[in-house]
């Protein structure tokens, strides 16, 4: 039986790519992981329209709610990834023993929504390769033809 992984994801405001990353790697890594997201600058709510460009491909993130980054949520997780902001790095407290990664995504806020579906799309091909390398290995193409 493997290990649950604990992933952070976190972005300037918490409202539209890191609420997006979360929604990914609760939808694709059931079972296998916990996932949480925040913001550095939490902005209180998730942007309508990341919530509709999830819905417009079948990921449910309406009941997501923006948070403010903490020093626990940081010790809580084994991968912390950064999707704009400070490098993961910088932001993990001292002895951090887990993995970090920087995507730098593209801020879709305030953008026309064809920009919002591209940037998610992106989030979505950086969460399936970030299982794919740190959860699941070789079984995401399995978990992926099963729905898994």
Known sequence: ???????????????????????FA??????RVEIRSAGVSAMGIVCA????????????????????LTREMMSWADIVV???GPDAARLVPPGFKGKTFDWRIRD???????????????IEKKV????????FGS?????QKTGG
Do not use: W
């Open 49 to 68: 329209d990341t919530i509709d460009a999830m819905k417009d491909i079948g990921v449910d993130i309406s009941g997501q709610s923006s948070k403010q």
């Open 26 to 31: 609760r939808e694709y890594g059931k079972g």
């Open 108 to 122: 879709p806020i305030g953008m026309p929504r064809d920009f919002m579906d591209s940037v998610r799309d992106d």
């Open 82 to 84: 950064t999707l704009a």
């Open 139 to 143: 079984d995401l193409t399995a978990q």
């Open 128 to 135: 399936r390769e970030l299982l794919s390398d740190e959860v």
């Open 1 to 23: 039986m493997s290990t649950i992984k604990k992933i952070l994801f976190i972005c300037i405001g918490n409202t539209c790519r890191s609420p997006m990353a979360e929604g």
